[in-house]
C-alpha cells in the first residue's frame, strides 16, 4: 500500500496547456516536498510547503498544501517542453525519513 | 562540484554474486539514505544512516546490508544479488534537523541489473 497517491501517473499534453498533478494520502504530514527528476539524474527539490493551506509560486508552478495536511497539488500554467519530466511528492512525517510518491510522469510535446 | 557522488554509475552483475555500491558525500550530513526505485512505486527506503556505524532499516530491506565508517561513505550490500534487485538506486543526503524543510540532496544513481 502506497502511503501517498499520485494522480495521474502518466500525462502527456501540448505545449501550452494548464495541468494539475495531485498527492494523497490518509496520513497527515508535517511537510510536503515536490521533486523534479530528468532521465539519468536524481531528483532535485522543488519546494517544500509546512503549513496546512499554503501556496506557493514558482514561477509558472503553484504548489499547494492541503488544509488537513494529508494533500498537496502541483498546478502548472501554460507549460512549456521543459517541463517534461518525472514529478515526485515527498512527504516528512517528522522522522528525518520521507515517503516518496510513485511519481507523474510528464510529456509536454511541442 | 557535485556534493554527492555513487559509484558506479552501471553495473551488471550475475543472481547469487555479492555486489557493493558506494555513496560519498562531501557536505558533511549526518544523514545518509539507500533508496531503489522501480516503475510504478517511486522511492522505497531500503536503509538510512544517523551517523558513522549508526543505521536502521527501511521498509525494503531484506537482502541488503549496510556500512558506514566514515561520515562520508554510505555503502550499500547486496549480499547474494537475484534479479529481482534489478533496479535504480539512490543515495541521498539530509543534515539533521533539516529534512523537513530541506529535503534530500540526491545523488545521480546506479543502474543495476540482475542477469
Known amino acids: 500500500t502506497q502511503l501517498l497517491e499520485q494522480s495521474p501517473q502518466f500525462l502527456s499534453i501540448q505545449e501550452g496547456e494548464n495541468l494539475t498533478v495531485y498527492c494523497n494520502s490518509s496520513?497527515?504530514?508535517?511537510?510536503l516536498q515536490w521533486y523534479r527528476q530528468e532521465p539519468g539524474e536524481g531528483p532535485v527539490l522543488l519546494v517544500t510547503v509546512v503549513t496546512g493551506g499554503e501556496v506557493k509560486k514558482l514561477k509558472r508552478l503553484t504548489f499547494q498544501f492541503g488544509d488537513a495536511r494529508k494533500d498537496s497539488s502541483l498546478h502548472i500554467t501554460a507549460a512549456q517542453p521543459g517541463d517534461t519530466g518525472l514529478y515526485l511528492c515527498a512527504g516528512s512525517q517528522g522522522a528525518q525519513k520521507l515517503v516518496f510518491g510513485q511519481g507523474t510522469r510528464l510529456t509536454i510535446n511541442p | 562540484d557535485a556534493g554527492i557522488t555513487q559509484s558506479p554509475r552501471h553495473k551488471v552483475t550475475e543472481t547469487g554474486t555479492p555486489v557493493t555500491l558506494r555513496c560519498h558525500q562531501t557536505e558533511n550530513h549526518r544523514y545518509m539514505y539507500w533508496y531503489r526505485q522501480d516503475p510504478g512505486h517511486g522511492l522505497r527506503l531500503i536503509h538510512y544512516?544517523?551517523?558513522?556505524?549508526?543505521?536502521d532499516k527501511g521498509e525494503v530491506s531484506d537482502g541488503y546490508s549496510v556500512s558506514r565508517s566514515k561520515t562520508e561513505d554510505f555503502l550499500l550490500t547486496l549480499e547474494s544479488a537475484t534479479s529481482s534487485q534489478t533496479s535504480v538506486y539512490f543515495c541521498?543526503?539530509?543534515?539533521?534537523?533539516?529534512?523537513?524543510?530541506?529535503?534530500?540532496?540526491f545523488g545521480s544513481g546506479t543502474r543495476l541489473t540482475v542477469v
Open positions: 496520513s497527515v504530514f508535517s511537510s
Open positions: 541521498a543526503i539530509s543534515e539533521f534537523g533539516q529534512t523537513e524543510n530541506y529535503g534530500y540532496t
Open positions: 544512516s544517523y551517523g558513522v556505524k549508526d543505521t
